[in-house]
C-alpha cells in the first residue's frame, strides 16, 4: 500500500491518522543489530539518484559510505540516533573517513509528515535537515502520540515555520511521492524489511547498532 495524499491530509493539512500507512503489510521495527551483513547490493545501484536530493553529512569521496533507512516514529531509531549516531559522526563523519546517508523509511502516516517537514526545513541545506530530524528523534515520545499535530507544530515553529509553511509542507505532493518512492525503491530493490537497516559500502545491517559494532564493520574497511 502506498503512500496516499488523500488518506494523509485532510482540511488542509490535518493528518489521517487513523489510516495507517501501510495497512496490514507493516514492517517491523529491527530492533538489535544483526552479528553479519544479510545481503550485499551494489554500490553503484545503492547510490542510483531517486526522486529527492540525498540527505548526506561527510566528505563524498570518503572509502566507507552508510546509507540508513530509517523511519521517523521507530524506536530503535530514535535509540540509535541518540546513541550511537553523536560517535559515529565525531570518530568517522567529522574526520571524512565516512559519508552517511539517511533516506526516510515511513512506517506510519506520521513518520512521513514528520519527514516531510525535515525535507521542507532543509530546502537545499541538509544542515538544517538534520538538525531538525536530530531534533525530532530526541522529542519522538512527545509527538508521536494520540493527537500528534500541536506538538509537531510546536516543534516545526522552533525550527523557523509557520502555521500556514507548516500546513503547506504536508500538503507538498511532489515531496510525499518522493519519500514514497525511495521507500518502494528500497522494498523491492534493497529487501530493506524493517527500521532502522544499514548498508555499509553495499553490505546490508538490520537493526540499530552501538558504535563499537559498527567499528568492528568500518575500521576493517578503511585498512582495505
Same mark, same amino acid.
Request: include cysteine.
Given at each position: 500500500?502506498?503512500?496516499?495524499?488523500?488518506?494523509? @491530509?485532510?482540511? !488542509?493539512?490535518?493528518?489521517?491518522?487513523?489510516?495507517?500507512?501501510? !495497512?496490514?503489510?507493516?514492517?517491523?521495527?529491527?530492533?538489535?543489530?544483526?552479528?553479519?551483513?544479510?545481503?550485499?547490493?551494489?554500490?553503484?545501484?545503492?547510490?542510483?539518484?531517486?526522486? #529527492?536530493?540525498?540527505?548526506?553529512? &561527510?566528505?563524498?569521496?570518503?572509502?566507507?559510505? =552508510?546509507?540508513?533507512?530509517?523511519?521517523?516514529? @521507530?524506536?530503535? @531509531?530514535?535509540?540509535?540516533?541518540?546513541?550511537?549516531?553523536?560517535? #559515529?559522526?565525531?570518530?568517522?563523519?567529522?574526520?571524512?573517513?565516512?559519508?552517511? =546517508?539517511?533516506?526516510?523509511?515511513?512506517?506510519? *502516516?506520521?513518520?512521513? /509528515?514528520?519527514?516531510?517537514?525535515?525535507?521542507? +526545513?532543509?530546502?537545499?541545506?541538509? &544542515?538544517?535537515?538534520?538538525?531538525?530530524?536530530?531534533?525530532?528523534?530526541?522529542?519522538?515520545?512527545?509527538?508521536?502520540?494520540?493527537?500528534?499535530?500541536?506538538? $509537531?507544530?510546536?516543534? +516545526?515553529?522552533?525550527? &523557523?515555520?509557520?502555521?500556514?509553511?507548516?500546513?503547506? @509542507? $504536508?500538503?507538498?505532493?511532489?515531496?510525499?511521492?518522493? =519519500?514514497?518512492?525511495?521507500?518502494?525503491? /528500497? =522494498? %523491492?530493490?534493497? %529487501?530493506?524489511?524493517?527500521?532502522?537497516?544499514?548498508?555499509? *559500502?553495499?553490505?546490508?545491517?538490520?537493526?540499530?547498532?552501538?558504535?563499537?559494532?559498527?567499528?568492528?564493520?568500518?575500521?576493517? $574497511? $578503511? %585498512?582495505?
Amino acid at each position: 500500500m502506498q503512500i496516499s495524499r488523500r488518506e494523509f @491530509c485532510q482540511a !488542509g493539512a490535518t493528518l489521517a491518522l487513523a489510516t495507517a500507512l501501510l !495497512g496490514s503489510t507493516a514492517l517491523p521495527f529491527a530492533g538489535e543489530a544483526l552479528a553479519q551483513a544479510q545481503t550485499t547490493i551494489s554500490p553503484l545501484e545503492l547510490m542510483k539518484p531517486d526522486a #529527492l536530493p540525498e540527505m548526506a553529512l &561527510g566528505d563524498a569521496k570518503a572509502s566507507v559510505t =552508510i546509507v540508513e533507512y530509517a523511519s521517523m516514529t @521507530c524506536p530503535h @531509531c530514535a535509540h540509535f540516533q541518540e546513541t550511537t549516531f553523536p560517535d #559515529l559522526k565525531k570518530r568517522y563523519i567529522d574526520t571524512g573517513k565516512v559519508r552517511y =546517508i539517511f533516506r526516510e523509511f515511513p512506517l506510519d *502516516n506520521l513518520a512521513a /509528515a514528520a519527514s516531510m517537514l525535515a525535507r521542507c +526545513a532543509a530546502d537545499t541545506d541538509s &544542515g538544517k535537515y538534520f538538525a531538525l530530524t536530530d531534533t525530532l528523534f530526541r522529542q519522538q515520545r512527545t509527538w508521536a502520540v494520540e493527537k500528534p499535530l500541536p506538538p $509537531l507544530l510546536a516543534i +516545526a515553529k522552533q525550527a &523557523g515555520f509557520t502555521e500556514q509553511t507548516f500546513n503547506a @509542507c $504536508l500538503s507538498n505532493q511532489k515531496i510525499l511521492d518522493g =519519500i514514497e518512492s525511495s521507500r518502494q525503491r /528500497a =522494498i %523491492k530493490d534493497f %529487501k530493506v524489511q524493517s527500521t532502522p537497516t544499514f548498508f555499509i *559500502n553495499g553490505a546490508q545491517y538490520a537493526g540499530a547498532m552501538t558504535i563499537d559494532e559498527m567499528a568492528k564493520i568500518i575500521d576493517p $574497511l $578503511l %585498512k582495505s
